[in-house]
């Protein structure tokens, strides 16, 4: 067919088109929304295309002048660098770079998300957590670190050179090599600045003590009746086995802490909504003196668990130059190594529940809330703008109230995004304290030869309390709880705390010499898993939301019953699946479940929401068929050996019916509760039930055990159906590893784990072991480890996600530690070799 | 000979200029070339999905692929495969489209009308 048009119709179908072609164009240019700029990203000269990597680490020879002389790094089959220069300033130098190299979108993105800066890349939608970012003090935080380690020469050239070496990669970029999540999201890469550094301390800060329970504690005081009260929340969990021994003698005078007004009641918090609280991260560590081991030398292990994310939160590296050796793990965006060992010893870290952040309520003058009473007096508040930027729209403004104590939380307007705080309120945290500088605790750590020189450095690891395992070549081993921890009165912080009471401000702090410590002990082994360090003779209140008995009794319990540990052993310790309690409750529940079904029968007390409701055939036959089914599950959980392999067939419903029953427990008496508040801990509520204080529980235990039971078993089959031949709790549990922006796609689904929070293998289904590293100090270092990731954090790159089935499968990895350049160079895969260039 | 001119001036043009130029290279094509506007759309459409293609394809086999699946499910396309597709049409369309239009515009009288 021919179509004759006129010239100006021609004319006008050609502007037409041409204007199409043009929006078309525009918006193949533009992210919209969350979808990404098409034409930009899939053009094979500059789009992903560009980010798909062959395997391995290209050889590369780069100049700076910012180098003071050459520094060598030799990459091994795992990608690791492992770097040997000459002084500090190269050091930390190419330790930026390398890790700029491999992770350069994960710092920009890290830190943007700390800061509270997302709001600029991703848009209006991330206005509600860039704001309670800022609110909570980040990049207030972050400067104050940052005067302090800028403050000491060591630490303030150890930042700067890694933020030197950091830039030097990233200028040498073009907007093609830019990592794929950059050309995905539409943004730019940003210089590395020493704030960086200070926002990366303030995340881990946020992510490790910025816990507290105070406002769930106090409404839990405040809406039970005190005998109650007591038995759910004790002031320590049942069967805990503290870190120090609890025979350890406190041989020192202590600090007598200050009196509160005893007047003082805090108010109910209402204004946030019903919701447990996420139990949180863990971590493992232990060590062992010589007289325990087959070779007679010490060996340490640590398994810091923490959300496990692509790119890896932790980076692999070697350094070496004059005065410092050091192997482990880093974390992108700060220099040093956090976790691992040296040529004379070898450290480990555990996370401590100790109070590091106190909420405070605070008394306003007036509305106007410009000033705030403390001590009799009228104190005016601070003020600090906090401005965010919004990609495709207008910057918000927001004024953060200070007191003295810290930042009001909450706005009075609103509500920002996490309902984390109560409004009218303050915090204090230990994050937000200067003259902390935890980075020359780094520093120095990384360097120490000796018991002694390790003393020194902790002495500086101040403002991240972590509980630190401590091993050397000389056979001594140790445990510290290392921190700045306010000598507190009975109880002080554990609830809200009074804003006008001095006796509540954070004026005197534990001595070093005071912190709970135990050298060399008789029992030949340290340990620590999260639990509370210390019995309640120990002269000092820290806190009381700790871990619970569970992997620290069992790791105790191996550790006291081994001899001729190998570190064979050790891999096959941190892979321990079996859940201690599980086993405390377990053979109670079983005890009180009804076999026969006559008790309570599926049909009669079942949820009538929560079955299939005999949708497939007849009642009375489903009923024989769910009883069937229910005997033949609690046969099986009664032969269960109580440990979450992935094969198991019985794990996941034990999961399942746990869950089910504290709901039944607990539902009837705190959802009725319209307040803010953290549920009994689980092994709280065993212990109720085994030693028969039935009396607390709002509803009949046996008819809650049966109830839950009978649901469960539907669930489950509904889900899994009911063949247990096809049950497998590795498969089904399906846990994931997610991409740290929660790119679609970017993640890897379907991980095989076993493991379970409660285990020493506590794979949970967000945080899980994020690092395992077993060191034995004989006269040369042996260390093997692993991590679920893998160097390269480019998803384009085939170690972005290599290790993850070694790390499921607990296969463990040797970790090549070179005394020099030229030590065991046929392990080498690539050399990045950095000269000085005329400046 | 068109097609070859639109494919190598494209793929040169792309190393120091942005994905749109290809849109230009099309646009350009319409204007000065003297066949008949659905010819043009053609030629370009397929000399700038062969570029696009061809680089992708050439990439894919040099380098590992493991980006594929990952871009695919972030895409929502259930097959990795079809990236190969939805670059050469981001490539091709924009481009063939410019193309027609600038051969529209240059059209002087009805006597050239296409046959459609």
């Known amino acids: 067919m021919t179509i004759r048009l006129s010239q100006r119709q021609r004319l006008y179908n050609a502007v037409l088109l041409l204007a199409a072609t043009a929006l078309l164009t525009w918006a193949l240019s533009i992210r919209v929304g969350m979808i990404p700029p098409l034409g930009h990203l899939t053009n094979p000269w500059q789009g992903f295309w560009q980010n798909m990597e062959r395997d391995g680490v290209p050889e590369l020879l780069m100049e700076s002048d910012k180098l003071r002389s050459t520094v060598t790094v030799r990459y091994d089959e795992r990608g690791v660098p492992h770097i040997f220069a000459d002084n500090d300033y190269d050091l930390y130098f190419a330790q930026g770079l390398v890790t700029a190299r491999d992770r350069l979108w994960q710092i920009d993105f890290q830190n943007r998300a700390a800061a509270g800066r997302l709001a600029e890349i991703i848009g209006p939608d991330a206005v509600n957590y860039d704001r309670a970012q800022r609110r909570l003090g980040m990049i207030y935080g972050a400067e104050i670190n940052a005067a302090s380690f800028m403050a000491d020469p060591r630490t303030a050239e150890m930042v700067q050179a890694y933020a030197d070496g950091y830039n030097a990669w990233l200028e040498r970029l073009n907007p093609k090599d830019y990592p794929v999540e950059f050309k995905i999201l539409d943004a730019d890469p940003e210089p590395f600045s020493p704030l960086d550094c200070g926002l990366l301390l303030m995340n881990m800060s946020q992510t490790l003590s910025s816990g507290t329970r105070a406002h769930a504690q106090t409404n839990a005081r405040a809406l039970l009746t005190g005998d109650i009260y007591h038995l759910l929340y004790p002031d320590e969990l049942p069967w805990v086995d503290p870190i120090i021994p609890p025979d350890h003698k406190w041989n020192f005078d202590p600090i007598e802490p200050p009196s509160p007004n005893p007047g003082f009641v805090p108010d109910k918090v209402r204004d946030l909504p019903l919701r447990d609280i996420d139990p949180g991260i863990g971590s493992n560590s232990w060590a062992v003196d010589g007289s325990k081991t087959e070779s007679g030398y010490p060996i340490l292990s640590n398994d810091p668990h923490l959300s496990v994310t692509f790119p890896s939160i932790w980076y692999e590296i070697q350094l070496n130059s004059e005065g410092i050796n050091s192997y482990g793990v880093s974390l992108p965006g700060a220099p040093g190594v956090i976790v691992g060992f040296n040529e004379f010893l070898a450290w480990g870290a555990t996370n401590t529940g100790s109070n590091t952040l106190d909420v405070f309520e605070i008394e306003f003058r007036d509305e106007s809330r410009t000033e705030y009473l403390h001590d009799g007096e009228w104190k005016p508040m601070r003020m600090r703008m906090e401005e965010i930027h919004v990609r495709g729209d207008d910057p918000v403004i927001d004024t953060v109230l200070y007191t003295h104590h810290g930042p009001v939380t909450q706005p009075f307007d609103e509500k920002a995004a996490p309902d984390r705080f109560p409004q009218g309120h303050a915090i204090q945290w230990i994050a937000h304290q200067p003259d902390h500088n935890v980075l020359l605790s780094v520093y120095k750590y990384n360097r120490a030869r000796n018991q002694d020189e390790f003393e020194t450095a902790m002495r500086h690891f101040t403002n991240l309390p972590q509980n630190i395992t401590y091993a050397d070549r000389d056979g001594n081993i140790s445990i510290g709880h290392m921190g700045r921890f306010p000598v507190r009165f009975f109880g002080q912080g554990s609830y809200i705390s009074d804003g006008r009471d001095p006796a509540y401000d954070w004026n005197r702090f534990v001595p070093f010499e005071h912190l709970p410590r135990s050298f060399n002990p008789d029992r030949g082994f340290v340990s620590s898993a999260n639990q509370a360090p210390t019995s309640r003779e120990y002269p000092y209140y820290l806190g009381r939301h700790y871990a619970g008995f569970s992997r620290g009794a069992r790791i105790n319990e191996i550790l006291a019953g081994s001899n001729n540990i190998t570190t064979g052993f050790f891999e096959e310790m941190l892979m321990d699946n079996h859940s201690p309690p599980a086993e405390k409750i377990l053979p109670f529940l079983l005890s009180m479940l009804d076999r026969d079904g006559s008790r309570v029968s599926p049909e009669s007390d079942r949820n009538p929401e929560a079955g299939d409701g005999g949708r497939n055939g007849n009642k009375d036959n489903k009923g024989s068929k769910d009883r069937h089914i229910g005997n033949m599950i609690a046969d099986m959980l009664g032969q269960w050996d109580y440990s979450f392999d992935a094969d198991s067939p019985i794990a996941l419903f034990y999961t399942y019916w746990e869950s089910q029953f504290h709901n039944a427990l607990w539902d009837p008496l705190f959802n009725p509760i319209d307040a803010f508040f953290s549920r009994p801990d689980y092994t709280t509520t065993s212990r109720l039930l085994l030693d028969g204080d039935h009396h607390v529980f709002p509803v009949d235990v046996r008819q809650a055990v049966n109830r839950s039971f009978h649901e469960s078993v539907d669930r489950f089959v509904n889900r899994y159906g009911g063949n247990p031949d096809r049950w497998h709790y590795g498969r089904d549990r399906a846990m994931r590893i997610g991409h740290l922006a929660m790119l679609p796609g970017f993640g890897h689904d379907h991980i095989v784990a076993s493991g379970t929070p409660d285990a020493i293998n506590a794979t949970g289904t967000r945080h899980a072991p994020s690092w395992r590293m077993i060191v034995e100090l004989g006269p040369e270092i042996q260390a093997r480890g692993h991590f679920p990731g893998g160097q390269s954090g480019n998803p384009g790159h085939p170690g972005y996600d290599r290790a993850v089935q070694d790390w499921a499968a607990g296969t463990f990895h040797d970790l090549h530690f070179w005394r020099s350049a030229s030590d065991d160079t046929a392990r080498t895969t690539s050399i990045l070799l950095l000269e000085p260039a005329p400046r | ?116």
């Open chain 2, 1 to 116: 000979m068109l097609f070859l001119l639109v494919l190598f001036s494209a793929f040169l043009l792309q190393f120091i200029m942005p994905w749109w130029i290809v849109v230009v290279v099309g646009f350009l094509t319409g204007l000065l070339s003297a066949r008949r506007p659905w010819q043009n759309f053609l030629i370009v459409f397929a000399a700038i999905g062969a570029l696009w293609l061809g680089a992708s394809l050439y990439i894919a086999f040099i380098e590992s692929t493991v980006l594929l699946p990952r871009m695919a499910g972030l895409l929502q396309l259930p097959h990795a495969w079809m990236l190969f597709v939805v670059t050469a049409l981001t490539g091709a369309l924009p481009a063939s489209l410019a193309a027609l239009g600038g051969s529209w515009l240059i059209t002087r009288d009805a006597e050239t009308a296409d046959d459609i």
